[in-house]
Structure formats: structure tokens, C-alpha cells
């Protein structure tokens, strides 16, 4: 099955650097690849998505990139503020099956002020 | 609209006893899934349904069963809890549709096995 690693597990910076959180993906097949933010005692929440056939996605302070080839995307917040603080997960799926995302291990975001 | 609402959201279990989780959805969705986490872990899949009657084994479904009788509902059981079920349970749910990939989550089940 599809195995999905993420680093780093914990990652400091100061407010208004920028983030970056990287995965690998193990199944070719993937082709779907969301990024959800949790903030403490919260339901995860999707915050960036990006499918196969698209290299980058960004969302105002939010990009994401897909390298296929290399089987690994990562997330990119600039000008990170205090509520950027949360766990972050990356997640892939296969299109045409019933969706199921396999997740990485979370990466906790602090942004010292 | 509610959107996925969980129940209950506390619950401890002493080992053997039995219960059931349930998952609502107001958004017309084929796709529901129950997830659980774990400290320092992601999210992994228990069990998961592609539409009213059917339902499927995700990567950690042993100690638990599902049932969807109706599209709306997903339910998570657990026949004899173990302490190794302590954990935070998630149900989510999809469109399913071609252009629709987001999951919807809801707000947990905080689950202590004694």
C-alpha cells in the first residue's frame, strides 16, 4: 500500500519567515495530495490540495509543489504569522478509488512572535 | 447545514465493554470514512463506504466494524474494547463526484480505554 513520510516532525521560525514541510509518496499511482492544518483539540482542515497534472498551487501565502518524477511534494508558507502555529499533515490518494488518504506523521508549526 | 457531526464526543470504556460511534453528514455524500490518531502519528484509516449498503477495510480495521444503513450515517463499533483503542476518532466524508476530492471532518471522539 501506499506509504507517505513527512519532515520535519517539529519546525520553529519566526514570525514573518517563511515554512517549509516536504513528503515523499511511495505509490506511483497517487495522484491526489492534500494538505490539512490541525490546530489543537480540532478537526483537521483541508488548507491546499493540488492533483498530478499541476506542478504548483498557490494560495495567497500558501504554494504547494509536486515533483512526480521524485515522488515528493512539499508545502511552503510565507510571511508566517502566530496562528500559522498548528500540526500540519500532507496526504495522498488515488484517483478512482474510493479516495482513501494515507497520511504522513504531522508536522508541529510554532511561529514565535 | 451542520455539516459532519460526531457522537458522542467523550467516552471512556472500561476493556471488554462494547460501543458504538456515530457519524452524521448533511451534505449529501456517497463518500464516509472512520479514521483514528494516535500521538505522533497521522491519521489512519479504520474502515471506510463508497455508498448506502456497502462499506470496506482501511489499513488498521481489526477490533472494529462498520455498518451504513443509510447514506447519511456511518457507524464505528467496537465489539470488546482494548486500552490499545484509546485514541481520537475521526469520521470524514466526500462528494465522491470526479472533481470532488475534499474530505470533510468532524470534530472527534475522544476514546479511553481503562
Known amino acids: 500500500g501506499e506509504n507517505v513520510e513527512q519532515h520535519p516532525s517539529t519546525l520553529s521560525v519566526q514570525e514573518g519567515d517563511s515554512a517549509v514541510i516536504k513528503c515523499t509518496y511511495s505509490d506511483s499511482a497517487s495522484n491526489y495530495f492534500p494538505w490539512y492544518k490541525q490546530e489543537l483539540g480540532k478537526r483537521p482542515q483541508l488548507i491546499i490540495d493540488?492533483?498530478?497534472?499541476?506542478g504548483e498551487k498557490k494560495d495567497q501565502r500558501i504554494a504547494v509543489t509536486l515533483n512526480k518524477t521524485a515522488k515528493h511534494f512539499s508545502l511552503h508558507i510565507t510571511e508566517t504569522q502566530p496562528e500559522d502555529s498548528a500540526v500540519y499533515f500532507c496526504?495522498?490518494?488515488?484517483?478512482?478509488?474510493?479516495?482513501?488518504?494515507?497520511f504522513g506523521s504531522g508536522t508541529q508549526l510554532t511561529v514565535l512572535p | 447545514n451542520a455539516g459532519v457531526t460526531q457522537t458522542p464526543k467523550f467516552r471512556v470504556l472500561k476493556t471488554g465493554q462494547s460501543m458504538t460511534l456515530l457519524c452524521a453528514q448533511d451534505m449529501n455524500h456517497e463518500y464516509m470514512y472512520w479514521y483514528r490518531q494516535d500521538p505522533g502519528m497521522g491519521l489512519r484509516l479504520i474502515h471506510y463506504?463508497?455508498?448506502?449498503?456497502?462499506?470496506a477495510k482501511g489499513e488498521v480495521p481489526d477490533g472494529y466494524n462498520v455498518s451504513r444503513l443509510k447514506k447519511q450515517n456511518f457507524l464505528l463499533g467496537l465489539e470488546s474494547a482494548a486500552p490499545s483503542q484509546t485514541s481520537v476518532y475521526f469520521c470524514?466524508?466526500?462528494?465522491?463526484?470526479?472533481?470532488?476530492?475534499?474530505?470533510?471532518f468532524g470534530p472527534g471522539t475522544r476514546l479511553t480505554v481503562t
Open positions: 493540488i492533483r498530478s497534472n499541476v
Open positions: 470524514a466524508s466526500s462528494y465522491g463526484g470526479l472533481a470532488a476530492y475534499e474530505q470533510y
Open positions: 496526504a495522498a490518494s488515488i484517483s478512482g478509488s474510493a479516495r482513501q488518504l494515507t
Open positions: 463506504s463508497v455508498g448506502e449498503g456497502t462499506t
